[in-house]
C-alpha cells in the first residue's frame, strides 16, 4: 500500500492487523491521527489498546511473535516498510510507559541520554537541553540544584515527568502514552494531565489510559477499543455525552465492563 | 470461625508445627556446625605453620622448611588469568543469549551446553587441556594452558551468573532506551551493562574462587610439583596451592614430618577462597541496598 | 455485565424522586383548578401550604444530581439523563408556583359569583395536566414520541388562551364591575399558558436526553 502525506494528519492506518502468534490482537482497523492534538484511546483490558500504540513506534519488534499487516503511514510514509529506519522512526515517535523508568544514573544523563545518542557531546549544548526539557515538564524548579542526584531520589510524579522530558529532549514529533498516570496519586496525574495539554500545542500525543475520566478531561479525539476493533473513534465531547454506538454508550456508562 | 475464647492456647495448637520447625532448625544448624568444626580443626593444626617466613619465602630442605610463597603467588596468577579468559567468553556468551538471540531453540541448545560443560569432572577438563592447551596448541606446561582450562570450567559458572545478573535488569531500561532511538547494542551498552555488573562482579569471584582450588585441572596442564621461584611469564610453570597441599599430604616421602606444613598450606587456601567468597557476598550486599529499582 | 450498580440504582432513585415532583406538581394544578370550579378556598389554602414541599423536594433532587455528577462522574446516556433531571426541576417549581399562583386568584375571587361559566379554563387545566403528564412518562420511559406531542398540545393551550382573552376583553367592556374578577381570570389564563410553555421547554430536555440534539420547539 502506498503512503501520501495527508495534511494536518500524524498518522494514517488503514486496516491494521496484528498478532501474536495465532492470537489476532487487533483485527484490522483504520484510523486518522490527527497532529498537534491530543488522542485518547479507551477500552477494556485486552482490547488491544497497547499493542496498537507499540505498533507506532514499532517497540511492538521487541516482542519475538507478534506480526503486523496492513499500513501505518506516518507522515507519508510506511512505517513498516522493508527501509524503514526504526531508530530514526523511535526519534520523531517518543514513547512514555505505564510506569516511571528512569534510567539508574542522574537526572541529568537520564534527559542527556537521547541527545547523546544523536550524536551531542558539546557540554554546553546538552546543558541547554537537559534546562529546556526540565523546564517544559515543569520539573526545572524543582530538580534545577539536584540535575547531579539520581533520578530514583524523585517522587513517583516527578519521575514520570522525568521520563517525559527525556522524551522531549529527542525533539520527538509524536509522543506514545501508555497509561502513564496509572501509577501516580491523583495530584501527580493532575499535574501530568496539566503537561499534556501545554506539551499538545507542540505534539501529538496518543494516550492509552484506563481512566475513562482522564481521556474526556486530556483528549480532543477518543478511540474506543473493543476485541481488536475500533467501535467508535471521534470528537472526545460527542464520544463522551452522545455516542453513537451502543457498545461506547454501555462501555462508558459502566453498563458492561 | 474460630470462636473468640479458643484465640489464646495457640501454644497448644500448634505443638506439632513447634516440633517440625525444630527438626529442620536442627538440619539447618547442623551445617553450620560441620563448617565451623571444620575450620576450626584446620585452623587449630594449620596456625602453628603459620609465619612471616611460611608466607613469604620459598620451600627449602625438600620442602620440609622454608615457605609456600610460591603456591600462593603461582594461585593468584593462575586464578586471574583464568577470569581474563573466562569473563570476556562467558559475560560476552551471556550478552548474546539474554540481549540479542531471540530463537527459543538455538537458546535452548547453547544453554543445555552449558550445563552439560558444568558436569563435566574437573580431571577430564585437565585431560582436555592437556590434549588441546598443552599439546595441540603447543602452549606447553604453563601458566596458559592452565588458565584456559581453568577459564573453560568456570565458564558455566560466569555465564550463568552474567546471565541472571542480565534479567535482573528491569526490562524497562531497555524499553526506555529503544524508545528514546537506541540501537540494542546502545541499550545494552548504555543502560543494562551497567545496572548488570555488580552481579556479574559477584558471579566472577565465585569463578575466581573455585579456579584457585582446583587441583586436577591445573595438574595435566602447567602445575609444578616443586619450582621455589616465581614463574617468569605467562608460558612458564608455577606452583599453586591446592596442588602443593595434595603433594605434602599423599606425595612427600617424609609425609609425617610435613604434616604440619600440610595444615598450613590448606588454611592458606581455605583462608583465600573465604575471603573471595566474602568479597562477593560483601559486593553483593552493598549492591543490594543501593539499588534503585 | 452491569458494573456500575450501586451508581445505577441511585441513578433510578433519582428518577423516581424527579417523578414523584411530578407527580406533586401535577397534582398542584388539578386542585388549583377544582378550588376555582368549585370556589373551594379550603383547597385553594392547601394548594398554597404544598407548595413549600415541592420547593424542598426541588432542593433535594438539585442536591442528588450534583452529587452523583461529583461522586460518579456520569457519562453519556448517564449524564444526559442527570443533566435533564436538573433543568427541568426548575421548570417543574416554576410550574408548580403557578399553580399556587391560580390557588392565590382563587383565594382573590373568594365566594363571590362568576361572571361567566368555566368552560375554556378548565380545558387549558386539563390540557396543560396533560402535557405535563406525558412529558414525565416521556421522562421515565426515554420515548421522544410523547415529548413531541407534547409540544404540539401546546399550540392548542395557546390559542385557548387567545380566546378566554377575547372573551373576558368583552365581559369588562360590558360592565366596569366585572372588572376585578375578570383580571383575576385573565391571570388565571396567562399562567396555565406559562404552565403550557414551561412543560415545552420541559420537553425540549426531554428529547435531548433521548438523542442527544437540542432543538427548539415553541416559536
Same mark, same amino acid.
Given at each position: 500500500?502506498?503512503?501520501?502525506?495527508?495534511?494536518?494528519?500524524?498518522?494514517?492506518?488503514?486496516?491494521?492487523?496484528?498478532?501474536?502468534?495465532?492470537?489476532?490482537?487487533?483485527?484490522?482497523?483504520?484510523?486518522?491521527?490527527?497532529?498537534?492534538?491530543?488522542?485518547?484511546?479507551?477500552?477494556?483490558?485486552?482490547?488491544?489498546?497497547?499493542?496498537?500504540?507499540?505498533?507506532?513506534?514499532?517497540?511492538?519488534?521487541?516482542?519475538?511473535?507478534?506480526?503486523?499487516?496492513?499500513?501505518?503511514?506516518?507522515?507519508?510514509?510506511?512505517?513498516?516498510?522493508?527501509?524503514?529506519?526504526?531508530?530514526?522512526?523511535?526519534?520523531?515517535?517518543?514513547?512514555?510507559?505505564?510506569?516511571?523508568?528512569?534510567?539508574?544514573?542522574?537526572?541529568?544523563?537520564?534527559?542527556?541520554?537521547?541527545?547523546?545518542?544523536?550524536?551531542?557531546?558539546?557540554?554546553?549544548?546538552?546543558?541547554?537541553?537537559?534546562?529546556?526539557?526540565?523546564?517544559?515538564?515543569?520539573?526545572?524548579?524543582?530538580?534545577?540544584?539536584?540535575?547531579?542526584?539520581?533520578?530514583?531520589?524523585?517522587?513517583?510524579?516527578?519521575?514520570?515527568?522525568?521520563?517525559?522530558?527525556?522524551?522531549?529532549?529527542?525533539?520527538?514529533?509524536?509522543?506514545?502514552?501508555?497509561?502513564?498516570?496509572?501509577?501516580?496519586?491523583?495530584?501527580?496525574?493532575?499535574?501530568?494531565?496539566?503537561?499534556?495539554?501545554?506539551?499538545?500545542?507542540?505534539?501529538?500525543?496518543?494516550?492509552?489510559?484506563?481512566?475513562?475520566?482522564?481521556?474526556?478531561?486530556?483528549?480532543?479525539?477518543?478511540?474506543?477499543?473493543?476485541?481488536?476493533?475500533?467501535?467508535?473513534?471521534?470528537?472526545?465531547?460527542?464520544?463522551?455525552?452522545?455516542?453513537?454506538?451502543?457498545?461506547?454508550?454501555?462501555?462508558?456508562?459502566?453498563?458492561?465492563? | 470461625?474460630?470462636?473468640?475464647?479458643?484465640?489464646?492456647?495457640?501454644?497448644?495448637?500448634?505443638?506439632?508445627?513447634?516440633?517440625?520447625?525444630?527438626?529442620?532448625?536442627?538440619?539447618?544448624?547442623?551445617?553450620?556446625?560441620?563448617?565451623?568444626?571444620?575450620?576450626?580443626?584446620?585452623?587449630?593444626?594449620?596456625?602453628?605453620?603459620?609465619?612471616?617466613?611460611?608466607?613469604?619465602?620459598?620451600?627449602?630442605?625438600?620442602?620440609?622448611?622454608?615457605?609456600?610463597?610460591?603456591?600462593?603467588?603461582?594461585?593468584?596468577?593462575?586464578?586471574?588469568?583464568?577470569?581474563?579468559?573466562?569473563?570476556?567468553?562467558?559475560?560476552?556468551?551471556?550478552?548474546?543469549?539474554?540481549?540479542?538471540?531471540?530463537?527459543?531453540?538455538?537458546?535452548?541448545?547453547?544453554?543445555?551446553?552449558?550445563?552439560?560443560?558444568?558436569?563435566?569432572?574437573?580431571?577430564?577438563?585437565?585431560?582436555?587441556?592437556?590434549?588441546?592447551?598443552v599439546a595441540g596448541m603447543k602452549l606447553g606446561q604453563s601458566?596458559?594452558?592452565?588458565?584456559?582450562?581453568?577459564?573453560?570450567?568456570?565458564?558455566?559458572?560466569?555465564?550463568?551468573?552474567?546471565?541472571?545478573?542480565?534479567?535482573?535488569?528491569?526490562?524497562?531500561?531497555?524499553?526506555?532506551?529503544?524508545?528514546?532511538?537506541?540501537?540494542?547494542?546502545?541499550?545494552?551498552?548504555?543502560?543494562?551493562l551497567p545496572a548488570a555488573i555488580p552481579g556479574m562482579a559477584?558471579?566472577?569471584?565465585?569463578?575466581?574462587?573455585?579456579?584457585?582450588?582446583?587441583?586436577?585441572?591445573?595438574?595435566?596442564?602447567?602445575?609444578?610439583?616443586?619450582?621455589?621461584?616465581?614463574?617468569?611469564?605467562?608460558?612458564?610453570?608455577?606452583?599453586?596451592?591446592?596442588?602443593?597441599?595434595?603433594?605434602?599430604?599423599?606425595?612427600?616421602?617424609?609425609?609425617?614430618?610435613?604434616?604440619?606444613?600440610?595444615?598450613?598450606?590448606?588454611?592458606?587456601?581455605?583462608?583465600?577462597?573465604?575471603?573471595?567468597?566474602?568479597?562477593?557476598?560483601?559486593?553483593?550486599?552493598?549492591?543490594?541496598?543501593?539499588?534503585?529499582? | 455485565?452491569?458494573?456500575?450498580?450501586?451508581?445505577?440504582?441511585?441513578?433510578?432513585?433519582?428518577?423516581?424522586?424527579?417523578?414523584?415532583?411530578?407527580?406533586?406538581?401535577?397534582?398542584?394544578?388539578?386542585?388549583?383548578?377544582?378550588?376555582?370550579?368549585?370556589?373551594?378556598?379550603?383547597?385553594?389554602?392547601?394548594?398554597?401550604?404544598?407548595?413549600?414541599?415541592?420547593?424542598?423536594?426541588?432542593?433535594?433532587?438539585?442536591?442528588?444530581?450534583?452529587?452523583?455528577?461529583?461522586?460518579?462522574?456520569?457519562?453519556?446516556?448517564?449524564?444526559?439523563?442527570?443533566?435533564?433531571?436538573?433543568?427541568?426541576?426548575?421548570?417543574?417549581?416554576?410550574?408548580?408556583?403557578?399553580?399556587?399562583?391560580?390557588?392565590?386568584?382563587?383565594?382573590?375571587?373568594?365566594?363571590?359569583?362568576?361572571?361567566?361559566?368555566?368552560?375554556?379554563?378548565?380545558?387549558?387545566?386539563?390540557?396543560?395536566?396533560?402535557?405535563?403528564?406525558?412529558?414525565?412518562?416521556?421522562?421515565?420511559?426515554?420515548?421522544?414520541?410523547?415529548?413531541?406531542?407534547?409540544?404540539?398540545?401546546?399550540? *392548542?393551550?395557546?390559542?385557548?388562551?387567545?380566546?378566554?382573552?377575547?372573551?373576558?376583553?368583552?365581559?369588562?367592556?360590558?360592565?366596569?364591575?366585572?372588572?376585578?374578577?375578570?383580571?383575576?381570570?385573565?391571570?388565571?389564563?396567562?399562567?396555565?399558558?406559562?404552565?403550557?410553555?414551561?412543560?415545552?421547554?420541559?420537553? *425540549?430536555?426531554?428529547?435531548?436526553?433521548?438523542?442527544?440534539?437540542?432543538?427548539?420547539?415553541?416559536?
Amino acid at each position: 500500500m502506498t503512503c501520501s502525506v495527508i495534511n494536518q494528519v500524524a498518522f494514517s492506518i488503514k486496516d491494521l492487523q496484528i498478532s501474536y502468534g495465532k492470537e489476532k490482537v487487533i483485527k484490522g482497523i483504520a484510523l486518522d491521527i490527527q497532529e498537534k492534538e491530543v488522542t485518547a484511546i479507551i477500552g477494556p483490558s485486552g482490547c488491544g489498546k497497547s499493542t496498537f500504540l507499540k505498533t507506532l513506534n514499532r517497540m511492538i519488534d521487541t516482542v519475538p511473535s507478534s506480526r503486523v499487516t496492513g499500513s501505518i503511514c506516518y507522515r507519508g510514509q510506511d512505517i513498516y516498510a522493508a527501509s524503514t529506519n526504526v531508530v530514526a522512526l523511535r526519534h520523531n515517535v517518543g514513547m512514555v510507559f505505564q510506569k516511571p523508568n528512569p534510567f539508574p544514573k542522574s537526572i541529568f544523563d537520564n534527559i542527556a541520554f537521547g541527545p547523546r545518542l544523536q550524536g551531542v557531546r558539546d557540554k554546553q549544548k546538552l546543558k541547554q537541553i537537559v534546562e529546556s526539557s526540565l523546564k517544559r515538564t515543569a520539573l526545572w524548579d524543582e530538580v534545577k540544584d539536584r540535575l547531579n542526584s539520581s533520578a530514583f531520589s524523585l517522587s513517583g510524579g516527578q519521575q514520570q515527568r522525568l521520563c517525559i522530558a527525556r522524551a522531549l529532549a529527542v525533539e520527538p514529533d509524536v509522543i506514545l502514552m501508555d497509561e502513564p498516570c496509572s501509577a501516580l496519586d491523583p495530584i501527580a496525574t493532575a499535574k501530568i494531565e496539566d503537561l499534556i495539554e501545554e506539551l499538545r500545542k507542540q505534539y501529538t500525543i496518543i494516550i492509552v489510559t484506563h481512566n475513562m475520566q482522564q481521556a474526556a478531561r486530556v483528549s480532543q479525539k477518543t478511540a474506543f477499543f473493543l476485541t481488536g476493533n475500533v467501535i467508535e473513534f471521534g470528537e472526545t465531547a460527542k464520544i463522551f455525552t452522545k455516542p453513537k454506538e451502543k457498545k461506547t454508550e454501555d462501555y462508558i456508562t459502566g453498563r458492561f465492563g | 470461625m474460630v470462636k473468640p475464647e479458643q484465640l489464646r492456647n495457640g501454644k497448644k495448637l500448634h505443638i506439632s508445627e513447634m516440633l517440625g520447625y525444630g527438626i529442620l532448625l536442627l538440619f539447618a544448624l547442623s551445617s553450620v556446625a560441620v563448617l565451623v568444626y571444620f575450620i576450626g580443626s584446620i585452623a587449630s593444626r594449620g596456625l602453628s605453620s603459620i609465619s612471616w617466613t611460611f608466607l613469604t619465602e620459598v620451600p627449602r630442605v625438600g620442602m620440609t622448611e622454608g615457605g609456600i610463597m610460591p603456591a600462593i603467588v603461582g594461585t593468584i596468577y593462575v586464578s586471574l588469568l583464568t577470569l581474563a579468559v573466562s569473563v570476556p567468553l562467558g559475560v560476552g556468551s551471556a550478552i548474546y543469549i539474554n540481549e540479542f538471540s531471540s530463537q527459543g531453540l538455538f537458546n535452548r541448545i547453547i544453554r543445555l551446553s552449558i550445563r552439560n560443560i558444568a558436569g563435566v569432572p574437573s580431571i577430564v577438563f585437565g585431560l582436555f587441556g592437556l590434549g588441546l592447551f598443552v599439546a595441540g596448541m603447543k602452549l606447553g606446561q604453563s601458566l596458559l594452558a592452565a588458565a584456559f582450562t581453568l577459564g573453560l570450567m568456570t565458564y558455566p559458572v560466569i555465564v550463568t551468573t552474567a546471565e541472571e545478573a542480565l534479567k535482573a535488569v528491569p526490562q524497562s531500561f531497555r524499553d526506555g532506551a529503544l524508545a528514546l532511538g537506541a540501537t540494542r547494542w546502545q541499550a545494552v551498552r548504555h543502560q543494562v551493562l551497567p545496572a548488570a555488573i555488580p552481579g556479574m562482579a559477584t558471579g566472577a569471584i565465585l569463578g575466581l574462587g573455585r579456579a584457585a582450588g582446583e587441583t586436577a585441572p591445573i595438574l595435566l596442564t602447567g602445575a609444578a610439583y616443586f619450582l621455589p621461584r616465581l614463574p617468569q611469564g605467562v608460558t612458564d610453570q608455577f606452583m599453586a596451592l591446592p596442588y602443593h597441599l595434595f603433594i605434602l599430604a599423599t606425595q612427600h616421602n617424609q609425609i609425617s614430618v610435613v604434616r604440619p606444613l600440610a595444615y598450613g598450606t590448606a588454611l592458606v587456601l581455605l583462608a583465600l577462597v573465604l575471603l573471595l567468597n566474602g568479597a562477593a557476598i560483601a559486593i553483593r550486599l552493598y549492591y543490594r541496598k543501593s539499588k534503585q529499582w | 455485565m452491569e458494573v456500575r450498580r450501586s451508581f445505577h440504582e441511585e441513578l433510578q432513585q433519582l428518577i423516581a424522586q424527579l417523578l414523584m415532583m411530578g407527580d406533586m406538581v401535577e397534582q398542584s394544578i388539578a386542585k388549583s383548578i377544582r378550588a376555582l370550579k368549585e370556589q373551594n378556598l379550603e383547597l385553594a389554602r392547601q394548594v398554597v401550604e404544598e407548595d413549600d414541599a415541592i420547593d424542598a423536594l426541588e432542593l433535594e433532587i438539585e442536591a442528588k444530581c450534583l452529587e452523583l455528577i461529583a461522586r460518579q462522574q456520569p457519562m453519556a446516556k448517564d449524564l444526559r439523563k442527570i443533566a435533564t433531571a436538573l433543568k427541568i426541576i426548575t421548570d417543574l417549581e416554576r410550574i408548580a408556583d403557578h399553580a399556587c399562583n391560580i390557588a392565590e386568584a382563587c383565594l382573590k375571587i373568594g365566594k363571590e359569583p362568576l361572571i361567566k361559566p368555566l368552560v375554556d379554563i378548565p380545558r387549558m387545566a386539563e390540557l396543560a395536566r396533560g402535557m405535563l403528564k406525558k412529558a414525565l412518562d416521556s421522562y421515565a420511559n426515554n420515548d421522544v414520541q410523547l415529548a413531541y406531542e407534547v409540544c404540539r398540545a401546546d399550540d *392548542e393551550v395557546d390559542s385557548l388562551h387567545n380566546q378566554v382573552f377575547r372573551e373576558l376583553l368583552t365581559y369588562m367592556m360590558q360592565d366596569p364591575k366585572n372588572i376585578q374578577q375578570a383580571t383575576s381570570l385573565l391571570f388565571i389564563s396567562s399562567y396555565l399558558e406559562r404552565i403550557g410553555d414551561y412543560t415545552t421547554n420541559l420537553a *425540549e430536555w426531554l428529547i435531548y436526553m433521548v438523542t442527544g440534539e437540542r432543538k427548539k420547539l415553541n416559536d
